[in-house]
């Protein structure tokens, strides 16, 4: 594989809605309207939401950088700091159900990102305590491809051979990483 192919594979695995079709399929028209749905929630924030994005715009955080209501495949994450592979929910209630929540969390866990949920209460009545709780997951060593294997081989519903931890052992052994680029 050229390595010009290789780094285009890699661009679109660390930066998945740069095309949704090959990382997330995630079809353009879609992908248009979660971005006009997260410029209506950027607009019309949340209380609770407008108060920690206080706390963390500008890199207020410890420098961390982080974007509000950014689409992220099929999700918009209320905020996401790219360089860490956070991602920090405030679920209040205009917020989905908890099956939803979960499934949205298992598909941003199986690419490595990292999601932490807060209800709209503590940001509301701990604001200095959620924010210790972000600094400290963003302090943490994290190995996004780690992160990414655990959840494959952590599978709700593994098969009982574990043919799914082979495959994943088999494709690091040819070099051949989760999201699919040669190393």
Known sequence: M???KTLALRTQA????TD???SWGVSPARLERLRDHARQMRRNPTEPE????????GQKLAGFKFERHKVIGSTIADFACEARWLTVE???DAHDTPAIDAQRDRKLIEV???VLRFTSEQVMQDLDGVCEAILLELEKPFDR??????????HPNPSPEGEGAEEIEARELQGISLDRSVE
Do not use: H, K, M, Y
């Open 20 to 22: 949704p079709r090959q």
């Open 2 to 4: 050229s390595t010009r």
């Open 112 to 114: 490595g990102i990292r």
């Open 14 to 17: 660390e930066r998945p809605d």
């Open 145 to 154: 491809r780690q992160a990414a294997r655990q959840a494959a081989l952590s």
């Open 50 to 57: 407008r108060v920690l994005w206080e706390r963390l715009q």
């Open 90 to 92: 405030v679920d209040g």
